[in-house]
């Protein structure tokens, strides 16, 4: 029986995972600010299979509660086999053009409460010296682009943090996978004009994050043909990249 | 964005919304005042899950309660009937009711009141309803029941959605041995036949006839009855939902009267003897359309329109072979055409079952095809009898009113409750329930 802690635990993404690891009987661990709907995931999760059910409100940028609650987490589950990071804010872009608070805020939600919690985290699995820390990062960090390069600054910032500790956890057994999904139909995306080809589902992002956990994968693009979209992306010369809207 | 029913007719454009908590329906309110559509998987054929302003319950997917010593779940509104038999069929529950595909929510099978094969024995779906809380507007949740506000549950119940935005139920599963169907099949060689099997058979617990449209002449209303019961013997595995899809548009030639006629004859000939045994999974039993993703795609771009009426029971030997012989006649007959004796009815005002008799099949939409249907909706008025809603893309608003006569008391409570204008769809307002 796995022992699994998410951190977002409200997330679509989150929450379709955590499906997916309740119906295999886990141990689930779950953190989220909104704990009205907290209570009500957690019931379906029992429901569904999970063999126990715990949870705890969190406030992302609170950072001096963190090593608490995690502390107490830890304690419950005995040890952490997963640990998912998963909460996220997609702000608007043009606000934060002429708003530094709301670039600042975005930044502090998206990359520094992520970094705080890895930094923490990295060091008591170190001493479990086994297990996985899975982290949703964005295929929007991989290029800075004019529709949402505060959010991408983010989201880059913790895929680069991501890269270094994998390298260091690896030493201890310990499993990093930087989970980086293109574009999801969830309530961050919703109301926005996206191309419906191009949108996959939270349950299709769980199967493949479950999936990569259980491999030990690295770097997880999904969808999987996202790595080939960013690729183009990231190899266009930075003369045409300019003058592109993306 | 451009939404459609099942039949994929009416196409109209809509906002659709998907809320996940109560809050956010109530945030709602403040932003659209021109009435709300709640809709579930879309699986009505119609324009009953049609509106400007869409109200999905997609993330009202939360398993709240279960109770292993009842059967009593307690669940969302958005929960499909497909993950509650995956999650507890192995455990030993199953539906108290189904209709015939499995991709339907709580939400949507409590708003049609939906019925299953089991109809004559077990009534409808809200039958088996202990209670249901009902949004009406951002002060007021109430939970209905046959107890509790019985005048809201008995509008809701088969209500279309236009009395308030369902968000939780409790429902009664069934203790089942096994996944599987004990079922038999019967071949009736014309109509009376096939009346007298509903009547032979009248104690099966489960039991429906695929009925031929297209053979006209004394083979006129020929049919396979299936009957069923859950079997003792066999696993409690869930269904494979192995399904697989429809490329493209099948062009609507496909589905011209002789391969419509080749299909027939071949489900008709299979059989050879009078009765066949066979034991069988649920799922090819109660959903044998689900195993095709996106069917509904068949019959051409331009979509299609499900035709399902019922006659009361002393008029069905009169009703049935004149409406039968008229669909014939007009040769524009289906590759679905299901009949099934009703047992009673039940005391929600606008649940479309009575005792009689029901059949229902599907028309590809060209123009030729309108006359056709009022033609067919005068005969089943003339015998007493009313056409399913939830199915419903064009019916008149007189015949509504002269199939469904407590419409009346159904405005009546709308008004009571404030729902008038802040619920509606594309069907209630072609239907005049403003
Ligand atoms: C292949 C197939 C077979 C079928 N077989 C049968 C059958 O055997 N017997 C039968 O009775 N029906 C049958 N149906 C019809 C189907 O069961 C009903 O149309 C059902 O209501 C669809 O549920 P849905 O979740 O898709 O709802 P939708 O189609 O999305 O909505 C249907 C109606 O319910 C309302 N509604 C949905 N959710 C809510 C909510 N949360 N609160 C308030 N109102 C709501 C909508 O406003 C709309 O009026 C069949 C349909 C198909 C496609
Ligand atoms: N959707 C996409 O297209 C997409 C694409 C790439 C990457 N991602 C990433 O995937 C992850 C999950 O997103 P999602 O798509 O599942 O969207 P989502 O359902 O909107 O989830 C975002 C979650 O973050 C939580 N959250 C936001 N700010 C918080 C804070 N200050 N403290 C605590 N929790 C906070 C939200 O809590 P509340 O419910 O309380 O608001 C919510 O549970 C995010 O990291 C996102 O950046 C998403």
Not at chain 1, 182 to 200: H, R
Request: net charge positive; aromatic share 8%.
């Amino acid at each position: 029986m796995q022992n699994i802690l998410i951190i977002g635990a409200t997330s679509a993404i989150a929450e379709a995972t955590a499906r997916l690891y309740a119906a295999d009987g886990a141990n689930l661990y779950l953190m989220a600010r909104n704990e009205d709907r907290l209570k009500i995931i957690a019931a379906d999760l029992k429901i569904r299979g999970a063999a126990s059910v715990a949870t705890a409100g969190f406030e992302a940028n609170d950072l001096d509660s963190h090593q608490n609650l995690i502390e107490r987490a830890h304690k419950s589950l005995g040890s952490f086999d997963i640990v998912l990071i998963a909460h996220g804010t997609l702000g608007i872009q043009k606000v934060a053009e002429s708003d530094i608070e709301e670039t600042i805020r975005e930044l502090q939600t998206n990359a520094m409460s992520t970094i705080a919690l890895m930094t923490r985290l990295a060091n008591m699995m170190e001493k479990q010296r086994q297990g996985t820390l899975a982290i949703i990062s964005s295929v929007a960090g991989d290029r800075g682009r004019p529709s949402n390069y505060v959010y991408g600054t983010a989201k880059a910032a913790v895929t680069t943090f991501c890269e270094g500790l994998r390298a260091r956890l690896c030493k201890s057994n310990v499993h990093l996978l930087t989970i980086k999904p293109g574009m999801v139909d969830s309530p961050m995306t919703a109301g926005m004009e996206l191309p419906g080809i191009l949108l996959a589902k939270p349950e299709q992002v769980a199967k493949a994050i479950v999936t990569a956990i259980k491999k030990k994968t690295d770097v997880l693009y999904t969808p999987w043909f996202w790595r080939f979209i960013m690729l183009g992306i990231i190899h266009m010369p930075t003369s045409v990249f300019k003058k592109l809207s993306l | 964005m451009n939404m459609q029913g099942w039949g994929r007719y009416p196409v109209i454009d809509a906002e659709v919304h998907t809320p996940g908590t109560k809050e956010d329906i109530q945030a709602l309110f403040d932003t659209t005042a021109v009435g709300m559509t709640p809709r579930g998987l879309g699986r009505s054929y119609g324009d009953s899950a049609l509106g400007d302003h869409i109200l999905s319950t997609k993330r009202l997917n939360h398993f709240l309660e279960f109770d292993a010593t009842t059967g009593l779940l307690h669940c969302e509104a958005g929960i499909s009937l497909s993950e509650i038999l995956t999650l507890f069929v192995p455990k030993g529950w199953f539906l108290p009711v189904t209709p015939g595909t499995q991709f339907v929510t709580v939400g949507g099978a409590i708003a049609s009141d939906v019925h299953g094969k089991n109809h004559h024995v077990a009534g409808c779906f809200c039958d088996h309803v202990e209670h249901l809380d009902i949004l009406l507007d951002p002060e007021r949740i109430i939970r209905c029941s046959p107890y509790q506000h019985p005048d809201l549950f008995h509008a809701t119940c088969g209500g279309m959605g236009l009395t308030g935005m369902i968000i939780a139920a409790a429902i009664r599963l069934k203790p089942i041995q096994s996944a599987f169907i004990d079922q038999t099949t019967f071949k009736a060689r014309n109509l009376e036949e096939s009346l007298n099997l509903f009547e032979i058979h009248a104690a099966a617990p489960y039991s429906v006839a695929w009925i031929d449209c297209i053979t006209g002449g004394p083979s006129l209303g020929r049919s396979l009855l299936m009957t069923g019961d859950h079997a003792t013997k066999g696993s409690l595995i869930p269904g494979k939902n192995a399904r697989i899809g429809l490329p493209l548009d099948m062009p609507s030639i496909l589905l011209n009267r002789y391969s419509i006629l080749a299909f027939n004859t071949l489900y008709y000939h299979r059989i050879r003897k009078v009765s066949v045994q066979s034991h069988v999974h649920y799922e090819p039993f109660f959903y044998p359309l689900d195993s095709i993703n996106d069917w509904n795609r068949m019959y051409g771009k331009n979509g299609f329109t499900q035709y399902q009426f019922v006659v009361p029971k002393d008029a069905g030997r009169k009703a049935m072979p004149v409406i039968l012989k008229t669909i014939v006649d007009a040769g524009k007959g289906s590759f679905l055409a299901v009949m099934k004796a009703f047992g009673k009815q039940n005391n929600n005002l606008l649940s479309f079952p009575i005792e009689g008799y029901t059949l229902a099949l599907d028309f590809k939409i060209e123009p030729e095809l309108f006359p056709l249907l009022d033609r067919l909706d005068a005969m089943v008025h003339d015998h007493g009898g009313r056409v399913y809603l939830t199915k419903d893309s064009r019916m008149s608003p007189s015949t509504f009113r002269s199939g469904y006569k407590t419409w009346t008391r159904f405005q009546e409570l709308r008004m009571n409750y404030s729902a008038l204008g802040r619920f509606r769809s594309h069907q209630s307002t072609r239907l005049g329930l403003e």
